[in-house]
């Protein structure tokens, strides 16, 4: 059963944007914190940014903020995470993540979709 299917990822030019969409099973929606992880060539997987169940908080890795937004849908069980001014740096597999702790750790996060490759070229 699959609870977690991103969609959104691409090539784009260094300075341009993209927006990931992840559509969650409703009782992972409902009941989760949302993450957006990402896996760049050669390293571990880091935390890019975080969703309260409520949306009342976010939290964004420093690499990422003031560029990159997260949102959630509650109509459509889903979130977003728009990227602007995208650098070649954030090339990598993005990762859509739902979790119970307020971490932005893979660590914290049980459940996964199966990734989307965003590819930033200069």
């Known amino acids: 059963q699959v609870h977690l299917t991103e969609s959104g990822g691409g090539s784009v030019q260094d300075g341009g944007s993209l927006r990931l969409s992840c559509v969650a099973s409703a009782h992972i929606y409902s009941g989760c914190n949302m993450g957006w992880f990402r896996q760049r060539p050669g390293l571990e997987r880091e935390g890019v940014a975080l969703v309260s169940v409520d949306s009342s908080y976010t939290k964004y890795a420093g690499s990422v903020k003031g560029r990159f937004v997260f949102s959630r849908d509650s109509y459509k069980k889903s979130v977003y995470l728009q990227m602007n001014d995208l650098k070649t740096d954030d090339t990598a597999i993005y990762y859509c993540?739902?979790?119970?702790?307020?971490?932005?750790?893979?660590?914290?996060?049980?459940?996964w979709g199966q990734g989307t490759q965003v590819t930033v070229y200069s």
């Open positions: 993540g739902a979790g119970g702790a307020w971490e932005l750790v893979p660590s914290a996060f049980s459940c």
